[in-house]
């Protein structure tokens, strides 16, 4: 019994060697198309950094970023999940006829900064008489039917409201309607 405890042993302790050791020998990703986004890369070690926990900090998000084989396991757990039936993996909504939403909610939206890009909108709209603009309806808003149930989004009409009511509705181009038209027309069954 204890020889087989330490063949486990030697066993888990190598594979987390070799793993460790990849991580250093692989080049290092900057950027991963599948996600869009920037990964981190091992950081260089300063003492400043080690005394200001820093370099701890930026070495353990270069792990998770830099580890072998991250895309095989982040599919994998993808994939685990949607045969669980789990229909919110990673702030994405995994929509009926594979459809994928980012999920937005409400505390996602920051209200200051809508509004003062409004104000802006308003200012060039007094100051540009033959001006038009619109704000583009996001994909949850018009493809309501491809949510999964009871998925929770940011409230648009609230929104849009917002607009309508500081605007000059003239000049205010709507897209909801004609996308949501459109939007049943082209789907292909």
Avoid at 12 to 20: E, K, M, N, Q, T
Wanted: charged share 30%; hydrophobic share 40%.
């Amino acid at each position: 019994m204890k020889n087989l405890q330490r063949v486990y042993f030697i066993l888990a302790f190598s594979v987390f060697l070799i793993l460790g050791a990849l991580i250093f020998i692989l080049p290092q990703e900057d950027f991963s198309p599948d996600e869009n986004a920037y990964l981190t890369t091992l950081p260089k070690i300063s003492v400043k950094k080690v005394l200001k926990n820093k370099f701890q900090d930026d070495f353990t998000e270069a792990l998770s970023d830099q580890f072998p084989g991250r895309k095989f396991w982040i599919e994998s757990a993808t994939k685990i999940k949607k045969i669980a039936g789990m229909k919110d993996i990673n702030d994405v909504y995994i929509g009926k006829d594979g459809y994928y939403f980012q999920k937005v909610t409400n505390s996602d939206i920051d209200n200051e900064k809508f509004d003062k890009s409004l104000k802006f909108v308003n200012l060039f709209e007094t100051m540009n008489e033959n001006a038009s603009f619109m704000l583009v309806p996001s994909p949850e808003s018009i493809l309501t039917d491809k949510l999964p149930a009871n998925a929770y989004v940011y409230d648009h009409e609230k929104l849009y409201n917002k607009v309508l009511k500081t605007t000059d509705k003239d000049r205010f181009i709507d897209l909801r309607k004609l996308l949501k038209e459109k939007s049943k027309e082209d789907r292909v069954y």
